[in-house]
């Protein structure tokens, strides 16, 4: 999507991480009703998008 080649490394479990997440997205519902759920890819897609678009006014806005 990007064109990046992440390198993965498959490390073993660390303490506190949660191996099945069995979370409920109904508390999002309530206060977001009209957000319709999208792909994971399209949702990466826009959120590069806007990256994309507004990395060169965030540098800029850093560099003050």
């Known amino acids: 999507m990007s064109g990046a080649r992440p390198e ?5 479990p660390r303490r506190g991480d949660v191996p099945h997440s069995q979370a ?3 508390s999002l ?6 957000v319709e759920p ?3 890819e399209q ?4 959120t590069l998008a806007w990256f994309q ?3 060169p006014a965030i540098r800029a806005a850093g560099a003050r």
Not at 8 to 12: I, K, L, N, S
Not at 29 to 34: E, G, I, Q, S
Not at 43 to 46: D, H, Q, S, T, V
């Open 29 to 34: 519902r309530t206060l977001f009703p009209n």
């Open 8 to 12: 993965v490394e498959h490390r073993e």
């Open 43 to 46: 949702g990466l897609g826009e």
């Open 53 to 55: 678009q507004e990395l």
């Open 24 to 26: 409920d997205n109904a």
């Open 38 to 40: 999208v792909s994971l």
